[in-house]
């Protein structure tokens, strides 16, 4: 059973992670091993913890405690320290108004190599320097709705499991497989049987009801920077270009609604299963 903790003042040295502003300290935090991350509200970090995460301590609001999701992630977390304040305590926690009352602290787990992310997978997503955890996070929980079985990140993407990022994604990025990848994946998808597909404002670029997409038996989808979108190598590298056609001067969607709009029409309608 957890073991309840009074907070008085947020200066106390128990909660310092908590308070902590750069969440990359947090994925270091026991360097070389993982580190951790935050789950914010009580479905959240349950769904962290019925996925295999382990928690290192919550942090709760006194006045949640009696609620039914809280008091079940209480008995799930075990025997971990339980920091209990009121609520004009801890609403100075950095960021503490976004959680909905509950904090959880998690260990993170070595991330799985490509052939493990790729194992079984038909449609995939490749996020290439995706970096507004808003947006990542977004990406995630699109995917996890529409039909997506696994996500690459090139490096100079968000991390998925920073805070933002997991709070958006309702956290299905703990459900999900993903990891880390170089930017030029494009030919090893292709070795292993993917019809890379980008994502891109091409004029030569099909629509998705194209047959092309539906006859592949897997296929990766790229998608791009918010700002510059996908790198000319890339597109380059793919064998189709895709674009959703757009209407009243608007020339492109913000990516994280583009992902959504592409993964139901590429893969949401058509499962892998």
């Known amino acids: 059973m957890a073991r309840r903790i009074d907070i008085t003042d947020i200066a106390q040295p128990e909660v310092a992670l908590y308070n902590e502003r750069a969440e990359v300290r947090l994925k270091h935090y026991f360097e070389?091993?993982?580190?951790?991350?935050?789950?914010?509200?009580?479905?959240?970090?349950?769904?962290?913890?019925?996925?295999?995460?382990?928690?290192?301590?919550?942090?709760?609001?006194?006045?949640?405690?009696?609620?039914?999701?809280?008091?079940?992630?209480?008995?799930?977390?075990?025997?971990?320290?339980?920091?209990?304040?009121?609520?004009?305590?801890?609403?100075r926690i950095a960021g503490y108004h976004l959680t909905r009352g509950v904090l959880c602290a998690c260990y993170r787990k070595e991330l799985p190599d490509i052939a493990q992310v790729l194992q079984g997978a038909k449609r995939?997503?490749?996020?290439?320097?995706?970096?507004?955890?808003?947006?990542?996070?977004?990406?995630?929980?699109?995917?996890?709705?529409?039909?997506?079985?696994?996500?690459?990140?090139?490096?100079?993407?968000?991390?998925?499991?920073?805070?933002?990022?997991?709070?958006?994604?309702?956290?299905?990025?703990?459900?999900?497989?993903?990891?880390?990848t170089e930017k030029n994946v494009c030919p090893r998808l292709k070795e292993s049987g993917f019809t890379c597909v980008a994502a891109a404002l091409r004029d030569d670029a099909l629509t998705p009801e194209d047959p092309a997409f539906h006859r592949a038996k897997r296929l990766a989808l790229f998608l791009g920077t918010e700002n510059a979108g996908l790198s000319a190598d890339t597109v380059n590298a793919c064998d189709h270009v895709v674009k959703i056609p757009m209407q009243n001067d608007v020339d492109s969607l913000n990516v994280a609604a583009a992902s959504a709009v592409l993964f139901y029409a590429l893969c949401g309608r058509f499962p892998s299963s």
Do not use: H, Q, W
């Not at 070389?32 to 009580?42: D, M, T």
């Not at 039909?147 to 990140?153: N, R, S, T, V």
């Open 124 to 180: 995939i997503a490749v996020l290439e320097e995706i970096g507004n955890p808003t947006n990542a996070g977004a990406i995630f929980r699109n995917a996890a709705a529409l039909g997506i079985d696994a996500l690459l990140l090139t490096a100079g993407s968000t991390n998925p499991f920073y805070r933002r990022a997991v709070r958006v994604s309702m956290g299905t990025v703990f459900t999900l497989p993903f990891t880390f």
């Open 32 to 91: 070389p091993a993982p580190g951790l991350f935050i789950a914010e509200s009580a479905r959240v970090a349950l769904r962290a913890l019925s996925a295999g995460y382990r928690a290192c301590s919550l942090l709760i609001a006194e006045e949640e405690l009696e609620k039914e999701e809280t008091a079940e992630l209480i008995t799930l977390a075990g025997d971990v320290p339980l920091y209990v304040g009121k609520e004009e305590v801890l609403d």
